[in-house]
């Protein structure tokens, strides 16, 4: 399963901070990730993702009176493939140098 998902903290101007601390939870669960300028992927099985995408919610609620959190999921019965080859599969239609 891979999960995309962007969140808005709209009482912080700035997100690093708390984007960072997101990640660091990601990395301790072995969660694979790719991080995009306005979005996070997420890539593992269907409780993991859900597990990880709670986790990252509930560390960002603790410092934000108010949360938007937007979320897409794709699953596929087999999954097959990294989030790098995924960016990769389109980077060789280009005919450009791989991602990952």
Avoid at 10 to 28: C, G
Avoid at 38 to 57: E, H, M, P, Q, Y
Wanted: charged share 30%; glycine share 4%.
């Amino acid at each position: 399963m891979i999960a995309e998902f962007s969140v808005y903290l709209p009482n912080q101007v700035h997100m690093s901070s708390s984007l960072a601390e997101v990640l660091s939870l990601l990395d301790k669960r072995g969660i694979e990730y790719s991080l995009g300028a306005t979005s996070t992927s997420i890539r593992g099985d269907a409780r993991d993702v859900f597990d990880a995408l709670k986790a990252c919610r509930d560390r960002l609620k603790e410092n934000s009176d108010e949360l938007v959190m937007n979320i897409n999921i794709v699953e596929r019965r087999e999954e097959r493939h990294t989030l790098g080859d995924n960016i990769n599969a389109v980077l060789n239609v280009r005919g450009e140098k791989k991602y990952v």
